[in-house]
């Protein structure tokens, strides 16, 4: 397992253009994690997932945004008609259910220039 | 106030120096995560703990669960520790981490 993929690793798109991302978890994890962070902040807690169920979602993630996990083990990030505001690092984490250890394990982003 | 936050926000160092970064949290948790991000995004977390003290190479972590406290030490710094250092809390009945804004770290030859 090499560990948490996200791909692309940089997006440039226009204004208003729809873009999605997709994170691949390691393995056995059961939890996945949707993050922002924007230039100087702290990453922010996008949504997550156990398995495939979307089990909380931030008020970040406004209606243009949507993330799937159909079956549980990859996700996908799609954000439609997309702003200069959308313009982040997008980061994927995965880990254990709670209960069975909590570690997690990052991706290396996906970097959005909205233009 | 954020729930999480680290102090100092920006620390330049000289090569050797021992460097302190501190967090302050004011959430109740299971444990803390510091985690290192380097130019280009990705991030490797370096400890995770929820009582005491860890130390793995020359990094050290405590956390003090009454006061809500946490200190990361590097000890005899070196130019290629420069990076961000975040610290993010997890709750535990919660499935995410709460990160603070992080450290940005610069360690000069």
């Known amino acids: 397992d090499t560990g948490v993929s996200q791909d692309p690793r940089h997006k440039i798109t226009k204004r208003g253009q729809n873009v999605t991302f997709r994170c691949d978890p390691i393995?056995?994890?059961?939890?996945l994690y949707w993050y922002r962070q924007t230039l100087g902040q702290g990453p922010e807690f996008l949504t997550y997932?156990?398995?495939?169920?979307?089990?909380?979602k931030s008020r970040l993630l406004s209606d243009r945004f949507s993330a799937e996990r159909p079956k549980g083990s990859f996700s996908t990030l799609e954000i439609q008609r997309t702003e200069q505001g959308d313009s982040a690092m997008y980061l994927c984490?995965?880990?254990?259910?709670?209960?069975?250890?909590?570690?997690?394990?990052f991706g290396s982003g996906t970097r959005l220039t909205v233009v | 106030k954020n729930e999480v936050e680290q102090s100092p926000q920006n620390l330049t160092a000289q090569e050797g120096e021992f460097i302190t970064i501190n967090c302050s949290y004011s959430?109740?948790?299971?444990?803390l995560h510091w985690l290192q991000q380097h130019p280009g995004g990705g991030i490797v977390s370096l400890f995770m703990?929820?009582?005491g003290k860890k130390k793995h190479g020359r990094l050290i972590a405590t956390i003090n669960i009454q006061e809500k406290h946490s200190s990361l030490h590097i000890t005899a710094s070196h130019p290629r520790d420069s990076a961000v250092y975040i610290c993010?809390?997890?709750?535990?009945?919660?499935?995410?981490?709460?990160f603070g804004k992080g450290t940005k770290l610069s360690v000069k030859p």
């Open positions: 993010a809390v997890w709750g535990g009945s919660q499935g995410n981490l709460i």
């Open positions: 984490a995965s880990s254990l259910a709670v209960g069975q250890g909590p570690g997690y394990t």
């Open positions: 393995s056995e994890h059961n939890r």
């Open positions: 703990l929820s009582s």
């Open positions: 959430v109740g948790i299971s444990a």
């Open positions: 997932f156990q398995n495939e169920a979307q089990l909380e």
